[in-house]
Each structure stands twice: as C-alpha cells, then as structure tokens.
C-alpha cells in the first residue's frame, strides 16, 4: 500500500508530452547543423576565454549556450527504441561535436598570450565520483523535463549543472600547451557526463515506455541492462579513486592548520606560514625565530600524533636565517618551473613560498634596523624578532577581513627594568606606526641548550 502510494507520488506518466513532441524535441537537439553549429563555435569560444580569464559567469554563459546535451539525449532515446540508426546518427553529430569543440579550442590557447593555468581549467582535469553523482542526477532531471508537455527552466540548469563544454575547451588546452594529463582527465569528465546523461536517458525513457522501433524480448532486455550497468560500474572506477585522493588531501590539509594552530601561534614559537606537500609528504613551516633540536623533536612527534600526518615530514626554516630560507624557497620554485604546467597542489605552494618571501623580506628590514639601532641603546638586548600574525576582527563576524597584529621577540642576555621595556616598546611602535606586541624573553645559550633547557611559553627559562 506505501509503495502503491509512493509510486502515485513520483508517477512520471501525469504530465507526460506525447511522444510526437519528445521526438521532435530529441529530433531538433540532435540536428548538427545551421544553428546548431553556429551556437556551437560562439559557446566553444565564449567558455575558452571564460576559462583562459577564470571568470565563472562567462563559462556559465558557454554553458547555458552550447547545444552538446541534444547528441546525448539523442543516444539515450535511440537506445530506448531499439533504433541502431538514430544510436548512429546521434553518435556521429556528437562525436563531430567534441571533434570541432576540441580543435576549435586548441586553436584557441594556441593563440591566446596568456597561458597559465586558471583555477577553473584545473577544476576540469580530475574528475571524482560527485561528477559521476552530478551527471546521473543532471541527466535525470534533463530527460524529465524534456518529456514534459511544458519542459520549463529544467535544461539550462541541467546544462550548467553537468558542464558538457568546458571540459572539451579543457581537452583543447592541454593540446595546445602539450600536457596529455589535462586532456586525458578532461576528456574523462566530459566521457562520464555524456555516459551518465545517456545511460539516464535511457531509463527515464524505458519508465514512461516510449515505443519501440523493433520488438525485444524481456530476455534481451535484461541483457541490454546488465551490459549496460557493467559498463556504469567500470566508467566509475577511476572517479572513486580520484575522490579518494580528494578526500586524503582535504583531511590531510584540515589536520595541517590544526596542527599550526596548536604549536605555532604562541611565543616563543610564530609561525609566517606553512605549506603542505601531500605529494611529497612534507610540512614546511616558515618561523620568526629559530627552533632548536630539541623542539623539533617534540614537534616531529606531535605532528605524528596526527592520523593522516604520520607519514609526512616537518622542517622548520626561521626568518632570522634568511639566507637558508631563501635557498630552499628558490629550489622549490625552480623545481615547479621545470614541469611544463604544475598542478594544483603545485600553484598552492608556489604561492604560499612567495608570500612566505615577501614577509620574510618585509621582517628581515625591521630584524636588521631595528638590532643596529635598538641595542645601542638598550645594550641589555641580545637581538630581535619580528613575527605577524592574522586573526578574524573581535567582531564575532567570521566574514569579517582578517586583521594583522605585529609582534616582536626581545630576547635579553641581561635583565631589564620595566621602565627600559616600556621605552622600548613604545619605540618599536613608533618604528613600526603601527602598534607592536612586544615579548621579552631571555635569551637561551647554547650551553644551556645541550643540557636539555627549554623554553615556555612565557619565556621562562626551565632546566
């Protein structure tokens, strides 16, 4: 009795159009010619500069325009009828489709100056298991309408929602810069989308039992969907894997910041910033003061406590040791200027090394006036660090623009009084025109820290 009612509720058969106008709906997306191919150009040009520019409303655009969906629907509906022309025909407009599209686009990067790529080509070259979920639910929701009597807003939002073109326009752009790997995943996303729109096609169609070109028996019919259901799960695959991959970075990212937060937000310990290679499976942290042996391998361990940054490696650069830092920020970015086009992971770090300099630049002036001067002075100072750190504005808006607080490490080799400190700090300040916070910590020697001395978080000194 529930399922009788279940089945009235999502019964597909109410509003149904007659089979004459789904056919001539199908008919009129499959015709590959005239304005078909003319809106076919316009969109591959419009979503290829969307793409070169990374601007999302432009693609969005090509989307809403191109007319690729009309093939693949066509397919579906042939296969519905047990009709092997129309499979035929169909399959021939769409495969001159993805011919003109892939070429046309190619030409396209080949010509443009700019040629790094964007955010939204990236997007396209590793698609996952939710493009498999996205194309089945797009599909369905597209054959739907086009077998409604009024088909409504349903196919430009199934458009968007499934982006037939701006793989293929991806596909082009690996051609052009010579990266197999972006047209391999690109054209692997456009493959499940039109499979996926296809194979949904297909069943929607079978539910409201559109007539059949020749008969078939249930025998056959069931053989035509085991067949079809193998192939699903085959085209899915390497999604699952690919998702897989997602989710390890995304977890291993998420644990990354925790793990910042926890040991490199307080004194003596800042952190600039940080990268994390989840290929390489290494943390890099970026400090305004240096980290003895010790620390490291507290911290090494406390990074291992973490489930998925056990397998990774941590190494600490200080801004107080430029010239290190600086080396090995120049390896890393001569490493990623070898590869023809990096990869997302790759960009990210790439930008997080560039900030990381431009701070350390930034610091490295104040470190260097400010020790010269400030110890003349205060001859109790034995040098200075110079941190910053970004936090949401005490608004309890969590949209709100981060904001920057600078903070100084005065280690002393002797002690000073709170008159001194208060002179000093206000000098900082107005060297800075900023507001500074100032910690005074003493400073640690070597003796010492052979004798396994650390520092805490307040500075004091405990053996």
């Not at 058969?13 to 008919?27: F, M, V």
């Not at 293929?168 to 039109?194: K, Q």
């Not at 940054?309 to 430029?322: K, N, P, W, Y």
């Not at 390896?331 to 997302?344: D, F, G, T, Y």
Request: charged letters at 20%; a negative charge.
């Amino acid at each position: 009795m529930i399922w009788n009612k279940l089945n009235d509720f999502f019964d597909l058969h109410g509003d149904i159009a007659s089979i004459q106008e789904i056919t001539e709906r199908i008919n009129a997306g499959v015709r590959f010619r005239g304005t078909n191919l003319s809106v076919l150009m316009l969109a591959i040009f419009i979503a290829s500069i969307g793409l070169n520019m990374n601007s999302t409303a432009v693609i969005i655009g090509a989307m809403l325009i191109s007319p690729l969906m009309g093939s693949i629907l066509g397919i579906g509906y042939g296969l519905a009828r047990y009709d092997s022309t129309y499979i035929r025909s169909s399959a021939g407009s769409l495969l001159a489709q993805v011919i003109i599209s892939v070429a046309t686009s190619t030409l396209y990067f080949f010509l443009t100056p700019i040629d790094a790529p964007s955010s939204e080509l990236l997007a396209r070259t590793s698609p996952t298991i939710w493009d498999v979920l996205i194309a089945v639910f797009g599909g369905l929701a597209g054959i739907i309408g086009v077998t409604r009597k009024e088909g409504g807003n349903v196919i430009p939002g199934v458009a968007i929602a499934t982006a037939l073109m701006p793989p293929l326009c991806t596909a082009g752009y690996g051609i052009a810069t010579g990266v197999m790997a972006y047209t391999v995943g690109a054209l692997y996303l456009f493959f499940i989308n039109s499979f996926f729109i296809c194979l949904t096609a297909f069943i929607v169609l079978k539910i409201i039992d559109i007539p059949s070109k020749i008969e078939r028996n249930s025998v056959e019919f069931s053989r035509q969907k085991r067949y079809l259901m193998v192939f699903a799960v085959l085209v899915t695959l390497p999604s699952c894997f690919f998702a897989y991959q997602s989710v390890q970075e995304n977890l291993e990212n998420e644990q990354a910041k925790i793990y910042i937060e926890e040991n490199f937000k307080a004194p003596p310990r800042l952190a600039i910033s940080y990268t994390l290679d989840n290929e390489k499976k290494m943390l890099t942290v970026f400090t305004t003061a240096g980290i003895s042996e010790d620390d490291l391998t507290v911290l090494t361990e406390k990074l291992h406590e973490k489930a998925h940054l056990r397998a990774f490696q941590l190494e600490i650069f200080s801004a107080e040791d430029r010239e290190k830092m600086e080396a090995m920020i120049d390896q890393r970015l001569s490493e990623v200027e070898k590869r023809a086009i990096p990869s997302v992971q790759e960009r990210q770090t790439v930008t997080a090394l560039k900030s990381a300099r431009e701070e350390s630049e930034k610091q490295g002036a104040y470190i260097l006036d400010w020790n010269r001067e400030a110890r003349i002075v205060f001859p109790q100072i034995s040098r200075i660090a110079v941190g910053s750190v970004r936090a949401p504005a005490g608004t309890g808006d969590k949209s709100a623009a981060l904001s920057e607080t600078q903070i100084a490490f005065i280690y002393l080799q002797s002690d000073m009084d709170e008159a001194s400190r208060a002179r000093l700090t206000e000098w900082i300040s107005d060297k800075a025109k900023n507001r500074v916070e100032v910690h005074f910590l003493p400073e640690v020697s070597a003796t010492n820290e052979n004798k396994g001395g650390t520092v805490s978080e307040d500075g004091a000194h405990i053996s």
